[in-house]
């Protein structure tokens, strides 16, 4: 059971970025998938998740209009694509996985976790 992030990397401000994390070992589709992040010195903030049941997305403020969720079930492969991005959004992402969850934005709800793919903004 393994989660894959990746397409992290240096950008300008404005500029965009689309991260993949693809599941091996189960099938995403089952499961709600977030999208945290976190910053040198700061704690792991939620992102985004998609919803297992409906595919109905959930941002957090600070990216908000900016980023969006998507989830190609053939390809077993969740997306954040982002837009606009800003200095602040620098951090390594981190994709995970809950089964049939509904917290959200809380860590420790999620069962599986990626490895994490370095996102730095450039001013």
């Known amino acids: 059971v393994q989660l894959q992030a990746s397409g992290g990397g240096l950008v300008q401000a404005g500029g965009s970025l689309r991260l993949s994390c693809a599941a091996s070992?189960?099938?995403?589709?089952?499961?709600?998938i977030g999208w945290f992040r976190q910053a040198p010195g700061k704690e792991r903030e939620w992102v985004s998740s998609m919803s297992s049941s409906d595919g109905a997305t959930y941002y957090g403020n600070s990216v908000k209009g900016r980023f969006s969720m998507s989830r190609d079930n053939a390809k077993n492969t969740a997306y954040l694509p982002m837009n606009s991005l800003k200095p602040e959004d620098t951090a390594v992402y981190y994709c995970?996985?809950?089964?049939?969850?509904?917290?959200?934005?809380?860590?420790?709800?999620?069962?599986?976790w990626g490895q994490g793919t370095q996102v730095t903004v450039s001013s």
């Open positions: 995970a996985a809950q089964l049939y969850g509904t917290n959200y934005a809380f860590p420790t709800a999620y069962n599986y």
């Open positions: 070992g189960f099938t995403l589709d089952y499961y709600t």
